[in-house]
């Protein structure tokens, strides 16, 4: 079976030229079941940027003495937007900040200010208001978690998500992740793991063209199978382009071939497809390229937002939902919208009442 492939087979399409790509391409065809992509309408926001890690990559994180920083948005000030997305239709709040944000105190001020201890007691309580207040879904993405947290988030979350980026320790050598704890990938790779042990709807994916090595590459995509093989619960696989920012540590770095993307996105539609996992690639970070990925195997562009930019990539805007529909439709696909979780999961063996409650309304 395809989804058998070996790491020599992955190295295989990441090494290939000429050709060779072009009939691995043929290859995905073959996998897949319809011609449709799909989204999410979603509003992103951030609740704090100040984060622990400071990768070389960044340019979301913070200091605390910024003028312009976001310490920790008060819950009228995210209802608020929460309101003006729900106006334009948007059915996922996806709520992301900097890891364990609260060893910072200028954070714990503020947490004590609003009358909490924890970040991961404003976090709940914030996707619970999401739930109580609005129709949207909230989506939870905000680095390493415990076991325990991360069954607290279960009950107010429809689903989560946390990039491993890259398996290899490697990496924490690198300007990518050398001052950045939370970024150790056995920490990463355990966070995912126990999020399929609660059996929470998971987003994960890696990250092109921060110094790994193919071979990495391959170790990756296949600890990312493993773990879904093990639990079912990841229900996509983003393969995202590292893109340089001036400002940010890494902004000489030179970014990912072209190539380098497209087998990339061959390597893990082959090794997923005979598993009913979506493979992402964003469309505001390859915006001339995109359509390219379809054609590779690639079926979902992931959440973009009509109201709130990509705070992570600030400097790539997303494509209106007319323009996505146009670069879809060009390419022979049918654009259509879904929710933040995947169809699959939406029964009591993932989901709790309250959550499927809300989603059956919103159908």
């Not at 001052?179 to 399929?196: D, V």
């Not at 995509?221 to 340089?244: M, R, S």
Request: aromatic letters at 8%.
């Amino acid at each position: 079976m395809i989804s058998n492939l070996t790491k020599g087979d992955i190295l295989q399409i990441l090494n290939a030229t000429d050709s060779e790509i072009i009939n691995y391409m043929s290859e995905t065809v073959k996998y897949r079941e319809n011609n449709l992509i799909t989204y999410s309408k979603n509003i992103f926001i951030p609740l704090t940027e100040i984060c622990r890690n400071d990768c070389g990559y960044c340019n979301f994180k913070k200091d605390p003495t910024d003028p312009d920083v976001i310490i920790l948005k008060t819950k009228e000030e995210i209802l608020a937007e929460l309101k003006e997305a729900e106006q334009y239709g948007c059915k996922e709040a996806l709520f992301t900040f900097g890891e364990d944000a609260d060893e910072e105190e200028a954070v714990r001020l503020k947490l004590a200010e609003y009358g909490y201890g924890k970040m991961i007691d404003y976090v709940v309580d914030i996707c619970q208001m999401t739930l109580d207040e609005t129709t949207l879904l909230p989506h939870t993405n905000g680095g390493n978690y415990s076991y325990e947290d991360l069954k607290k988030l279960k009950e107010v979350n429809a689903s989560m998500g946390l990039m491993l980026e890259n398996s290899s320790s490697r990496l924490m050598e690198l300007p990518a992740h050398n001052k950045s704890p939370g970024k150790n990938p056995k920490i990463r790779l355990e966070t995912i793991e126990n999020a399929g042990k609660l059996k929470i709807p998971y987003t994960t994916g890696i990250l092109i063209g921060i110094g790994e090595t193919r071979e990495e590459v391959a170790e990756s995509l296949l600890a990312i199978k493993e773990l879904y093989d093990k639990y079912g619960h990841i229900q996509e696989v983003i393969i995202q382009n590292f893109t340089p920012i001036p400002g940010i540590e890494m902004e000489d770095w030179p970014e990912p071939s072209f190539l380098d993307m497209i087998r990339t996105v061959i390597a893990g539609t082959l090794l997923f497809a005979d598993t009913d996992v979506s493979i992402q690639v964003p469309p505001n970070l390859n915006n001339d390229t995109a359509q390219i990925f379809l054609l590779c195997g690639a079926d979902d562009w992931g959440g973009v937002s009509p109201v709130s930019p990509d705070y992570v990539n600030i400097t790539s805007p997303w494509p209106g939902i007319e323009e996505l529909e146009n670069l879809t439709e060009d390419a022979g696909f049918e654009l259509i919208e879904r929710l933040c979780v995947y169809e699959k999961y939406i029964n009591k063996e993932w989901l709790n009442e309250t959550l499927l409650e809300k989603i059956a309304n919103l159908s």
